[in-house]
């Protein structure tokens, strides 16, 4: 008697359509789900554009039609940022006594619905789509804590009401400066110091905390230590015609004098730096641009300072502690998350 052979029949293919169930499911992890990351890294980028457009507008002004919660910008930049040139704007959160921006954006595709994408492998599992969007945060202010990138500090009286003015040649020691200053005489400076704040190790410039005075005075009227990289770099860019500004502290009083002078610091500027002059060597990196066609700006023979203007600037800059707008042109804007 022969033992029947067709029992086993149609095994096989039930193994294979069981086995293609699971190459379906790894198929759609390793197409679907990556594509589902593309898509929101993308929207991601978009999201933290909106936001920082958001926040730069009211930070230079709140009543820009880009500082509101239908900022016309903010979909071009969303749409910028996709590859295929296609996304939405979720929604847009703006608090502006708190300074803060939040974008989220969603995916678009056509003939989907809002915020979602189509998969293809997944619709074997019976997944047609999935929702995607991506969130930033931003805050901006004018800084109250951080490092400042040069270590030189400004009197009130050089900065006040001079924020979007004229070129202006600020020595930083000279008894016949500043004559007009309420702090007295070159804005009260500190008598050996030169304006020189104490720097970080290593760094060129140095720490400042607006609500604690600076204690300590760099002195001697050489250039600072340590900057010959910042000062090389600046000739650089603006050797290049690109615009150099920095974010320096501003003092409205001081005591003491020396190294053991304090300042009381109450603000950040922002300098558009053009020139400078810091020691007596005619070269690179302490020298540039001394001279001008205004006379009244060169800092020649024994001058020290620097030439430039104080302006409005929105700093993209990181590692700073922001507080309200202060009125001396020093704005930061920053992701929060």
């Known amino acids: 008697m022969t033992a029947p052979t067709d029992r086993e029949r149609g095994g096989i293919a039930v193994i294979v359509a069981l086995l293609m169930v699971v190459l379906l499911g790894f198929a759609a992890i390793a197409v679907d789900v990556g ?75 056509t003939g989907s619905a809002p915020n979602t994408v189509s998969l293809f492998f997944a619709r074997a599992l019976g997944i047609t789509s999935a929702e995607v969007n991506a969130s930033s945060s931003v805050r901006w202010g004018s800084p109250t804590e951080g490092t400042t990138p040069f270590p030189l500090a400004f009197s009130i009286c050089q900065v006040s009401g001079m924020v979007g003015g004229a070129t202006q040649l600020l020595q930083n020691h000279s008894a016949n400066a500043n004559t007009d200053c309420p702090l007295g005489p070159a804005g009260k400076t500190v008598q050996g110091g030169f304006g020189w704040i104490v720097q970080s190790t290593g760094q060129c410039g140095g720490f400042v ?17 340590n900057c010959d990289a910042i000062l090389n770099k600046w000739a650089g860019e603006l050797a290049a015609g690109r615009a150099v500004t920095v974010l320096l502290p501003v003092y ?70 922001l507080g309200p707008v202060s009125p001396y042109g020093a704005t930061v804007v920053e992701l929060t998350s």
């Open 209 to 225: 905390n607006l609500a604690v005075n600076q204690s300590g005075s760099d002195t001697g009227n050489d250039g600072p230590s």
């Open 35 to 109: 594509m589902l990351y593309s898509e929101r890294a993308q929207l991601q980028n978009g999201s933290d554009s909106a936001a920082l457009m958001v926040a730069q507008k009211c930070a230079k002004n709140a009543a820009d039609e880009n500082c509101s919660t239908a900022a016309p910008l903010a979909a071009d930049l969303a749409n910028g940022n996709a590859l295929d040139g296609k996304s939405g704007v979720k929604s847009i959160s703006l608090d502006k006594s708190a300074r803060t921006v939040t974008v989220t954006t969603g995916a678009k595709e």
């Open 252 to 321: 409205e009083d001081v005591t003491g004098t020396g190294s053991g002078a304090s300042y009381d610091l109450l603000a950040f500027a922002s300098f558009s730096v053009q020139g400078w002059a810091f020691s007596g060597a005619d070269k690179l990196p302490l020298v540039y641009n001394n001279k001008s066609s205004d006379k009244a700006l060169d800092c020649t023979s024994s001058c020290r300072g620097i030439i430039g203007t104080f302006v409005n600037y929105v700093s993209l800059s990181d590692g700073y502690k």
